[in-house]
Nanobody, 120 residues
Framework: QVELVESGGGLVQPGGSLRLSCAASGTIFSIRVMGWYRQVLGKQREMVATLNRRGQTDYSDSVKGRFTISRDDARNTWYLQMNSLKPEDTAVYFC??????????????WGQGTQVTVSS
């Protein structure tokens, strides 16, 4: 069974930085796409950043140039470095693993979410 555990959220002032981490536990052969999404109460969950096995990244227009997704394959962990944070970045951030292959199956998984609040 795979579990995604996020960490690194919190309260930060506008212009500040945070780094989120997502650690995937379990016996994992591969992860096709690692991603970060966010959701504001009452709104749809939106893609923030994704990173595939080839190293290709995709970012939401609202975070381009400010956020960076990266990974540590040896630890099955991926990160979201968030710089120049704005109040509109306030949301619950979820990590997502697309096509995580284990000895038993290939499935998608979500983390439990971590709150990021940008406020003075």
């Amino acid at each position: 069974q795979v579990e995604l555990v996020e960490s690194g959220g919190g309260l930060v002032q506008p212009g500040g930085s945070l780094r989120l981490s997502c650690a995937a536990s379990g016996t994992i052969f591969s992860i096709r796409v690692m991603g970060w999404y966010r959701q504001v109460l009452g709104k749809q969950r939106e893609m923030v950043a994704t990173l595939n096995r080839r190293g290709q990244t995709d970012y939401s227009d609202s975070v381009k140039g400010r956020f960076t997704i990266s990974r540590d394959d040896a630890r099955n962990t991926w990160y979201l470095q968030m710089n120049s944070l704005k109040p509109e970045d306030t949301a619950v951030y979820f990590c997502h693993g697309d096509h995580i292959a284990t000895p038993e199956s290939v499935s998608d998984y979500w983390g439990q979410g971590t709150q990021v609040t940008v406020s003075s």
